[in-house]
């Protein structure tokens, strides 16, 4: 009896021994994998980071804003199809579940073991969702804990259907697309809405493995992983044996891959920069994350016209920049190489990040390297661009180019580099002389009025005797009338005009009335343009000015703003300044005047472009043909294309570098291809002048 006894108690003890050991390390499991578990407020609000959209006026996508590129989507705005062969692959059983699946689970569980390894997970949707949301992706027991655990608070916190939308929306398909909005776009070309059953099968099958079944690298992985997906949605009865059998011999066709890096969107790379500054700046959207937030940014941006403005430099710059190269002798300009090459080797990571002792060899390799030699002449005579055009009555911009399509190609965060539209501070040369004829037009001269146009010197304050070059063939006391001398550009009508019947201040008074918001200076120099710099955005807002007939307007990117609801947060259009800069018969008479430019003075070339068009506008070239310009308009749209180098030091070599052949092409190209397209909205038409102004030619 007490051998008995005492058998009861042992073995009473160790079931109890027993009970405590497992009770101790449940409590020890559930401490750990507690720990770090995201709180009641994390789980009622879940982060997410959807990807912002920006769109152009027409509608077309043009980048995005993000930190992972995913786009919300209602779950009515995602295919039947796509639900059922996810439930069908991912979890049959996620409408009965309560965010775990212990058959799941412990099947998994058997096969880890005689893998020896951990080969299966047996995740829920939820707790994909659970791990997506919240948690890294490292394989662990206790994060298998943490996701099962948060898997069963989402499940109380959250409908099934809305457990479906935010998975969909937060899942990953590879290639940097997020949600099924994104891949679709990405995969296909489409919008959900559009996809087929094949397709969505396919984009399902990406979520086991998306570089693995990814059909770009291996067309038939990813067709075997489809017809699994297809087949499991036959046998759960999701498909009938025709759409089965159909969907099976559907041939996957996806979309041509046309970017591999970050550079992907390159429709408007500095437009969308542009944006993202005039966004971040605005204190209206002070508390929204323009990355995570999933906003819906609609610009002004003309996506028919930028394609054309991107044709329009290419076209040009394609043949502009052999010219220059074959021109260009780096055997002349050894000592300017020199110092480009010790410019760059102080900037380089190797000399930088070298001690003080090394740094003299790391200088010595690079002066030796013709690799780096040759990628330092390359950047430098890259001949660059900057070309902004505006809508005239809205004052919308509806085309930028920042860089020139070679630098672009070459530069895979080009979008982050200077944009050559709206940063870059050039002199304007004679492109800036039409401020100094509204002077002189405001203060009761006219088109007819003649002024000398020889030779001539002016001595400024300090005594320093200023003699301006070209006098357009004039001789001593010969006179010719104002429009003659700013058609042909004559620099002489010019500097007596400023010094003799206006002042610079004036000028200046009116330039920045007008939309130069650049310093100038108070030096008759002015009227040649280099009295200041400027860029190509304030050049075309001031010309615009004329073309809107004496009223300013502010340049506009946005047209509105949406939050991920749908909700406009910021309307710009409602935002418009105007500002009534220069007296519209004034205009009037200018608009004329540079009409005159363009009919058969120094941008004559535009005619070879646009003939049927009414358009005026003014070249401008500065010294040692370091710069060049032509600013443009016709009664809708105004234009402003610069020409030049990053470096100063480059020059263009001789004849090709005026205006006329280095600018104007690139604005008559592209005003052609608008106008002969039927599908814009901007038709051929005057000015309107005809009646209202005379002008005699000489």
């Not at 009223?551 to 710009?572: A, E, S, W």
Request: net charge neutral.
């Amino acid at each position: 009896m007490g051998m008995k006894l005492t058998s009861f108690r042992f073995l009473l003890i160790l079931v109890l021994g027993t009970l405590l050991l497992l009770a101790s390390i449940a409590i020890y499991v559930y401490e750990v994998a507690s720990y770090n578990l995201p709180s009641l407020e994390q789980l009622e609000n879940p982060p997410q980071n959807y990807a912002t959209q920006i769109f152009s006026s027409d509608g077309v996508l043009i980048d995005y804003f993000y930190v992972e590129r995913r786009v919300p989507l209602p779950l009515d705005s995602i295919p039947k199809d796509f639900i059922n062969a996810l439930i069908a692959t991912e979890d049959r059983k996620f409408f009965d579940h309560w965010g775990i699946h212990l058959g799941r689970i412990f099947k998994a569980m058997v096969k880890n073991l005689f893998a020896m390894r951990f080969k299966e997970g047996g995740s829920t949707i939820t707790m994909q969702l659970a791990r997506n949301l919240y948690f890294s992706q490292d394989v662990s027991f206790v994060r298998k804990i943490h996701e099962a655990l948060t898997s069963i608070q989402i499940e109380k916190q959250f409908t099934k259907e809305e457990i479906l939308e935010m998975y969909i929306n937060t899942v990953s398909f590879g290639r940097g697309a997020y949600g099924i909005s994104v891949a679709s776009k990405i995969y296909f070309d489409k919008s959900p809405l559009e996809l087929t059953t094949s397709e969505c099968a396919f984009l399902v099958g990406l979520l086991k493995a998306p570089e693995h079944y990814n059909a770009i690298v291996d067309y038939d992985k990813g067709i075997e992983r489809r017809n699994l997906v297809l087949r499991l949605m036959y046998e759960q009865g999701y498909l009938n044996s025709s759409q089965y059998l159909k969907a099976l011999n559907e041939p996957i066709r996806l979309a041509k891959v046309k970017i591999k890096d970050k550079n992907e969107f390159l429709l408007a790379p500095h437009f969308v920069e542009y944006v993202r500054r005039t966004v971040s700046a605005d204190k209206r959207l002070s508390e929204y994350d323009i990355y995570r937030d999933g906003l819906t940014i609609y610009t002004t941006l003309n996506s028919r016209i930028q394609m054309y403005a991107k044709q329009a430099v290419e076209e040009h710059l394609s043949e502009y920049q052999k010219i220059f190269n074959a021109s260009w002798n780096w055997k002349a300009k050894q000592s300017l190489l020199n110092k480009l090459i010790d410019e760059s080797i102080r900037k380089h990571p190797d000399y930088v990040n070298a001690t003080p002792d090394d740094k003299e060899s790391v200088a010595k390799r690079l002066r030796t390297d013709q690799h780096f030699i040759d990628s330092i002449k390359n950047a430098v005579t890259t001949i660059q661009v900057g070309l902004i055009m505006i809508d005239v009555q809205t004052g919308e911009i509806v085309a930028m180019v920042g860089a020139s399509p070679k630098f672009i190609n070459e530069n895979p965060f080009a979008k982050h580099s200077l944009n050559h539209a709206t940063q870059i501070r050039r002199q304007p040369g004679s492109a800036f002389k039409p401020f100094v004829y509204t002077a002189v037009i405001s203060d009761s001269m006219t088109p007819n009025s003649l002024v000398e146009c020889g030779p001539y010197s002016y001595t400024l304050p300090s005594g320093e005797v200023w003699t301006p070059q070209g006098f357009g063939n004039c001789e001593p006391g010969e006179k010719v009338t104002l429009y003659e001398a700013l058609a042909k550009s004559i620099n002489s009508v010019a500097a007596r005009l400023i010094t003799q019947y206006t002042n610079p201040l004036r000028v200046i008074e009116i330039a920045h009335k007008m939309g130069i918001e650049s310093p100038l200076q108070n030096v008759p120099a002015l009227a040649l343009g280099a009295g200041g710099e400027v860029s190509p955005l304030e050049m075309t807002v001031a010309f615009s000015t004329f073309a809107r007939e004496g009223i300013r307007v502010k340049p506009k990117v946005l047209k509105y703003i949406q939050d991920n609801r749908g909700n406009v947060i910021v309307d710009y259009q409602r935002d418009e300044e105007v500002i009534d800069a220069i007296d519209p018969n004034v205009a009037k008479t200018m608009i004329k005047m540079m009409m005159g430019v363009v009919n058969f003075g120094t941008g004559y070339e535009v005619r070879n472009y646009l003939k049927n068009c009414e358009a005026a506008g003014k070249t401008g070239t500065t010294n040692d043909f370091a710069d060049a310009w032509f600013i443009g308009f016709t009664p809708q749209l105004c234009a402003g294309v610069w020409i030049g180098f990053d470096d100063r030091r480059i020059t263009f070599t001789g004849g090709y570098g005026y205006a006329a052949k280095a600018a104007v092409p690139i604005w008559g190209r592209l005003m052609a291809k608008i106008y002969n397209d039927p599908t814009l909205p901007y038709k051929q038409r005057n000015f309107g002048l005809a009646d209202s102004l005379k002008i005699s030619q000489q």
